[in-house]
């Protein structure tokens, strides 16, 4: 993928790498559906878990981005962005620390 090079409204903001990595993977694959974005991040997190039981920091790393890419374009599909979505998590999760188990 070539680094992100035209101006845009929102480059001050995380959307902008959600863009950017949506148009490249459209380009190369298609546009996914939700589902199987969804399976493939599913997929793609249970080998990050096997990574992660095994220690090897490149190979947790290295899948993690896959994880992240298809969360960026299921975000996409959905018309959200990913970033804001997960800034208002965080605040909700702040200023509810009941929720925090789930960590």
Known sequence: MTAHVHP???CAT???EQDTVNTWADQQFGEPSVASSAARLSSEAATMVR???S???D???DQL???VVLAYRIA???GVDL???TTAKAEELIGNPDHLERF
């Open 76 to 78: 996409g599909s959905l």
């Open 55 to 57: 220690g090897d920091a």
């Open 59 to 61: 190979l947790i790393i």
């Open 83 to 85: 970033w804001e979505q």
């Open 14 to 16: 995380r959307s902008c």
């Open 51 to 53: 990574f992660a039981v």
């Open 65 to 67: 981005t896959f994880v």
């Open 8 to 10: 845009c409204s929102h």
